[in-house]
């Protein structure tokens, strides 16, 4: 693989950090995962959302609260934030 130093704005860090853990991967993965997705070169039959991990909560009221944790990660809006 090769190797790229990005920049990412506080939020969008917070935000794949975030991802990360809740999938138990590397952000390196996560941001793969997101490149391949945008240009299309996912594999087929790969998830889009990580519904394994949103069990795997120590909150305890995640089913109740999904569509909130699924917002704060970024999923719903488009890819300006809007």
Known sequence: MKRI??????????????????????????????????FGTAPEGKRKLPFAALG???????????EEYLKDLGFGEDSLGR
Request: glycine share 4%; charged share 35%; proline share 2%.
């Open 5 to 38: 130093t990005m920049s990412l704005s506080p939020d969008l860090a917070y935000r794949v950090v975030r991802e990360a853990r809740l999938r138990h991967t590397s952000v390196s993965a996560v941001i793969r995962d997101a490149l391949d997705e945008h």
């Open 56 to 66: 795997e909560s120590k909150e305890g009221d995640v089913g109740i609260r999904a």
